[in-house]
């Protein structure tokens, strides 16, 4: 496997982007934001997507300077062998704890909606072996399966838009109250929605036309950004908020609100699609922590990638099968969530300050 | 990887050194000559020598050497035997030297148009096993190799397995010399190139390549050259042991390169600036490269009106996603997910299966094996006695199974649906991949109900994705999406709207039409 099965387009990068935000949190997001902001949730949606846009904003600038701007290559620039590989190990040790929790809440979703009598074990081998099977292709394809799988994703939010002549606006009102305190805590809940933009510290390196990354990331995160407003606005305006609170996933709710002929479940038809957006996350982020446990033991791709993605994706069944029920699944969850706001902006702040420092002792581009 | 490699380089190095072995120059006397290739006369009957004179004063001795059968003996008796033996003057040779009448025979006397001269043994022994007429001369070394072969062919007839409404009613033959031919009378551009290859040590088949030198991508034409240069074979029986040997993906069902019978659609693809394999013995072209979509397409789509192509593509694909998945979703509906059904439809089908003793799993299985047989079956068999199986099959085995409770109504129309489906397919390769592709849904509907079809879905997605054809994405236009080529993947366009070639396919000439061009 050579190196330019690891290349992708910017347009792929806007998808990848897309694909690894969104995911099974989406199902759950209008109640989480609407327990503390009230009908207020959709303010919270924007008010969270300053973490991801800043987080894009500075990974582009610090890579800016780098000729080969590499994930393992400037951090052992900036910060020598040592702390730079444990930096990069952390990295990846936080994407697969992080994936586990994805994963393992999308299996606990399939338990209950589609195989109540499989077991949990099972259920997780199952999602993780097309998770496996994809990463194992390299880059390219991971690319190519974004752009598709895109458009599932499409289809999925079309089939809310359906349910909007149903919805009553007045469920939106009062917009004066403004419980400033509950924003700011609902604000800190849909930071952990975005999870997932700190991919582009890996797959920056990845894209063939560098000064395309910014716009494209940019789009990408916009069309993320409206994707949660949808949902948490139609969510919102068919239930209300304090309904909302009685269900644990409001948006498979929301699907059994009306009724189509022959398709009698709708969330089931829904959740059968929504294998190719549920998983996505899990693909991406093990295709870049695979990708950088390679450049950083300087394996060579054509012989130990496929190992090492094999590696990852029991890694990540380990962390998956690891909690004992759902409730200590949130519970992690939420700690994954603290994890992302330190890997999104604490790594690259940590590495604009290294590269600020160093910046008269390292010759960019030409670094070692 | 590594021992692979090696045992191709012996293999390489056996096949050279067994080519080359009775390389000795031709001697200049005629007996000597013959001494040579009699133990090659001796062993095979049906190479005919025939020593002769001529004409001269005195006569030059010759010697001609054939295979029988192949040549075209009308021409071997006119245009060489009776110009040599009537005609050749002797005399000139006298003043000018005896080598120079190889040269005068071949610019004076004989009037065929394709003669070669050699001078090694081993090219004689070549070229009398390819078809060839040899003839040597006393006194001097080289020979004279003239090709006059006749090869008895089929005529150009209807194809059999692309047969269109409207449109040509040419199909491809097994002759390699008439296939060009039929491209050329269509394709009058002269930066139509065709390259000859000889493949195969021991079969000698001719392949040629064919491709626009301005239109195709001159990496794909490289890389095709490369591949056709580096087989090492015994024997090339056509097109389809290229395609397997010259290939990226082998672990796999789908084909990924296309092929043709029909010549009006080889030109279409040449004008996309895809690269045109044909072989000899092969009635049939192949298309490199080639994109999943253009599996599902047939060459009426093109002569058809563009809407009535759209609605027919659209029933393609359809066929494709119903020969795959049917028989999967009946089982992951019926055994594990029946809340997806409407209640109705659910209670007959119950009714249907209450005196069926096996779960669905088992009756579909069955189902599945006793269709995969019938056709099987009617495949080998010539055609009246391959129908009556047909109906056999059909009403005997279907209606009966029923009465016996061996089956439920519901699987025989399922499973009639699929087959009909499957064949709705215009590509009979993809047509095999996709009853394959069927089995592996089953057994994963069977396990895990709607969420295992699904899984499986993905898992085929994926590794459609992942394939190349001479390294072109194979999913192409859909991943990557190329949106401009949607106008000839997701529905058919105007043919004076396709005034591009598809991006999909690397090319040098992006453009096909510009619009001053009218």
């Known amino acids: 496997m050579d190196k330019s099965r690891f290349e ?47 987080c894009i904003y500075l990974i582009d600038t610090l890579y800016r ?73 390299g880059g390219r394809v991971v690319g190519r399966l974004n752009e598709i799988l895109f458009w599932i994703l499409l289809i999925d939010l079309l089939v809310l838009l359906v349910l909007l002549p149903l919805g009553d606006y007045t469920l939106l009102l009062p917009l004066k109250d403004l419980d400033y305190k509950g924003l700011l805590k609902a604000t800190r809940e849909s930071f952990y929605s975005y999870a997932g933009v700190e991919i582009l510290l890996i797959l920056y390196v990845m894209v063939r036309k560098k000064e395309e990354v910014f716009k494209a990331a940019i789009v990408g995160q916009f069309i993320v950004i409206f994707f949660y407003l949808v949902t948490v606005v139609i969510a919102l305006l068919i239930f209300g908020f304090e309904a909302i609170q009685q269900l644990t996933w409001p948006v498979l709710n929301l699907l059994s609100v009306r009724h189509v002929a022959v398709l009698e479940r709708l969330e089931i038809v829904f959740l059968l699609f929504w294998l190719g ?15 950088s446990f390679c450049r950083l033991g300087r394996l060579s791709l054509a012989r130990y990638y496929v190992l090492t993605s094999m590696g990852i994706a029991l890694a990540i069944y380990l962390v998956a099968i690891w909690p004992r029920d759902l409730i200590e699944v949130f519970q992690l969850a939420n700690y994954a969530g603290f994890l992302f706001l330190l890997t999104s902006l604490g790594y690259p702040l940590l590495y604009h300050i290294a590269k600020f420092m160093r910046k008269g002792v390292i010759n960019h581009g030409k670094t070692a | 990887m590594f021992p692979f490699t090696r045992k191709r380089k012996i293999q390489t190095e056996a096949i050279k050194a067994d080519m080359g072995a009775d390389d000795v120059k031709l001697p200049s ?59 050749a003057r002797g005399e000139d040779c006298k003043e000018k030297g005896l080598e120079y009448i190889v040269d005068h025979i071949y610019r004076n006397c004989l009037t065929v148009t394709q003669i070669q001269k050699i001078g ?37 007839e209807e194809p059999v397995l692309e047969r269109a409404l409207r449109g040509s009613k040419e199909g491809f033959v097994e002759n390699i010399v008439v ?140 066929a494709f996603f119903l020969a795959v998945s049917l028989p999967a979703l009946y089982i992951a509906l019926l055994s594990f997910n029946p809340e997806l059904v409407p209640v109705q439809l659910l209670i007959s089908l119950a009714q249907g299966r209450d005196k069926v003793p096996f779960p669905v799993v088992l009756e579909v299985i ?58 709705a397919i215009p590509n009979s390769t993809m047509v095999l991949a996709s009853r394959l592709v069927r089995v592996f849904m089953i057994l994963m509907a069977a396990a895990f109900g709607m969420f295992g079809f699904s899984i499986g879905w993905f898992l085929l997605l994926v590794h459609l994705i992942s394939l190349e054809s001479m390294g072109v994405p194979y999913m192409a236009p859909y991943a990557p999406m190329r949106y401009p080529d949607f106008k000839d993947a997701v529905y058919r366009t105007f043919i004076s709207q396709m005034l591009k070639r598809p991006v999909s396919i690397p090319v040098q000439d992006k453009v096909r039409k510009r619009r001053e061009d009218g």
């Open chain 2, 366 to 423: 069955i189902q599945e094996i006793i269709i995969q047989l019938v056709i099987e079956t009617g495949l080998r068999l010539p055609t009246p006695m391959g129908q009556t199986v047909g109906v056999v099959a059909g009403i005997v085995l279907g209606q009966a199974a029923i009465a016996a409770g061996l089956a439920s109504p519901a699987i025989i129309i399922i499973v009639a649906i699929t087959t009909i489906s499957t064949f």
């Open chain 2, 179 to 318: 296939n060009t031919a039929l491209i050329r009378r269509r394709l009058k551009d002269p930066n139509l190139v065709v390259k000859k290859f000889t493949v195969g040590k021991r079969t000698r088949t001719d392949v040629s390549l064919l491709y626009v030198e301005d239109i195709a991508d001159p990496e794909i034409v490289r890389n095709v050259s490369e591949k056709l240069d580096n087989i090492y074979m015994d024997g090339i029986l056509g097109t389809s042991y290229l395609e397997q040997l010259i290939e990226d993906h082998h672990y796999t069902p789908f084909p990924q390169f296309k092929t043709t019978e029909r010549p009006d659609k080889a030109v279409m693809e040449l004008l996309e600036g895809k690269i045109i394999v044909l072989a000899d013995g092969s009635p049939d072209a192949l298309i490199i490269p080639s994109l999943f979509v253009s599996f599902l397409q047939a060459s009426e789509d093109y002569v058809e009106r563009p809407i009535i192509s759209f609605y027919h593509r659209f029933y393609r694909y359809l």
């Open chain 1, 65 to 137: 300077g780098f000729d080969d701007p590499d994930f393992v290559r400037v951090s052992h620039a900036l910060f020598g062998k040592a702390l730079g590989s444990l930096l990069v190990i952390t990295f990846i040790l936080y994407i697969i704890f992080f994936q586990g929790i994805v994963i393992r809440i999308f299996a606990e979703i399939t338990k209950i909606f589609l195989l109540p009598r499989t077991p949990l074990y099972i259920i997780l081998f199952l999602i993780l072996l097309p998770v496996y099977y994809a990463v194992s292709k």
């Open chain 2, 29 to 87: 006397r005629l007996e000597e000559k013959i001494d040579l290739l009699k133990p090659c006369l001796a062993k095979n009957d049906d190479i005919v020598g025939r020593p002769f004179y001529l004409k001269g004063d005195p006569g030059l001795k010759a010697y001609v050497v054939h295979l029988e059968g192949i040549v075209d003996n009308i021409s071997l008796q006119q245009d060489i035997l009776r110009s040599l033996m009537f005609y």
């Open chain 2, 120 to 156: 090694n043994f081993s090219e004689v022994i070549r070229a009398v096993f390819d078809g060839f007429v040899v003839l040597f001369f006393d006194g001097i070394s080289a020979a004279l190799s003239i090709d006059i072969r006749k090869v008895d062919r089929r005529n150009v």
């Open chain 1, 8 to 54: 992708i387009t910017s347009k792929q990068l806007i998808f990848i982007i897309v694909g690894s935000e969104v995911a099974t949190g989406i199902l759950s997001l209008p109640r989480v934001l609407s327990a503390e902001a009230g009908q207020h949730a959709w303010i919270a949606v924007l008010t969270g997507a300053l973490v991801p846009l800043i």
């Open chain 1, 277 to 291: 957006v549920g998983a996505r996350p899990a693909i991406n982020l093990s295709l870049a922590s695979a990708y």
